[in-house]
Structures are given as structure tokens and as C-alpha cells.
């Protein structure tokens, strides 16, 4: 069993004067406590309280400069982190901590608060064969793109099926996957070797705060074959 702090939330995006809450999932977890931390793009990270999973109860004795701000809320999913009202100097990154049953902190991926009046806009996803000179010998790859979306920050899966079969998920462990951005487009590259049945076609899926976006279109992998090196062009 794995040590890990689950928060679903990649992004919130509020309004100033409205009211946002981070939660915090997970498994063996040792403590009832659950830390909360603040990172703000400039500054280090800043823990701003902790409260016990359990009734709730809060410690804020952390020195914290914004510490009369938050509170815990208990939810059907457990206490959570709350700010009544936001602020535009509110928006951060937050991260939740506990102490683990392997006797060291853990800690969530984080969750990106975006205070502004700008709308939550979902992604438009495309799938490309990738261009020659990013082939590698005896392998192939694939491009997915996501672009023209608010909140900037998506994460990729991709899925593959062979002929009619079913929708299979590329775990971590059976994947090459480089992620790039810039210009207001992340790419994610998904890089398949030639031992890979070429019969198999691939997808990708964008979660985003908008909801899940999937590319329209799957696209069967061209490896390069075997003794060609990547193009330089």
C-alpha cells in the first residue's frame, strides 16, 4: 500500500468575495492532523495552520500573515480548508501534509487558487502524429495539444485501443511522456517503442477545471524503422 494525500482539484478559480475550499484525501495517514501549506509564485512555502481530521479542531499558531482568513469546514468529504472571502493576494498554490505510517510527511499535489473575473474556459484538445525529428530510432510518437483554455493548467492522460476493443489507460509505468508549454499551449508527447503491437490507436484525455476534455480523433502510431536516426530537420 502507497503513502499518498490526494487533493482532485488541479485549479479553483474564484471571484473576489467569494468563498473557496481545498480538500484533502488519501490513505495511511498516521496523524489525525492535516497540515496546510501556501506557495505563492515568489516566496517559499508557508504552512498556515493545522486542524484533526476528525472534529476539525484548528491550531493557527504558525505566525502565518493571513491566518485569520482561513477556517475549517467539515464536509461529507471530511474538514476541509476554507477562505470566506478571497482576495487577489490570496491566489496561490496550497498543499496539504500529514505524517505517514512509514514515519515521514507526505504530501498532496496541490491545488492552484486563481482570484479574478475572468471565466473558467475548457480546453480545445488535438491529437498529431509526431513531426520526424522528434522520432527516435525504433520508437514513435504522438502530440496532444491543449489550447485556448482558463485556468492554464491541464493534466494528461492517454488511453489506446486495439481495433474494437476496449479503452485500455496507459499507466505510468507503460509510457514515455514529455510535457512542454508555452504561448498559452501545453503539449503533451507520448513516445511508444517499436515493440508496441502497431495495431493499436491513441487517445488523449485533458482534466481541467472546466471538466474532462477528449481529443475527438484517435491516431495510429508510424514508427520509424529500425536503423534510422532522428532527422535534424
Known sequence: MTAELVQEDLTLTRKVGESVSFSCGGTQQRSNDIYWYQKKDTE??????????????????????????????????????????????HSASYYCSCWSHRDYYIFGSGTRLFVTAQPVVKPVVSVYPGASRVHVEGSSSLLCLASAMFPPVVQFSWKRQKNNGPLEDLLPTGKEELDFRESGHIISILLVQQQEDSSYKYSCSIKHEGGTVEAQTQQAMIMAPPGCSASSG
Open 44 to 89: 517559499q512555502f508557508k504552512i498556515i495552520l493545522h486542524f484533526n481530521k476528525n472534529d476539525c479542531g484548528i491550531n493557527k499558531g504558525y505566525g502565518h500573515p493571513q491566518k485569520d482568513d482561513f477556517t475549517a469546514e467539515k464536509t461529507q468529504r471530511g474538514c476541509e480548508l476554507k477562505i470566506n472571502k478571497v482576495r487577489v493576494d
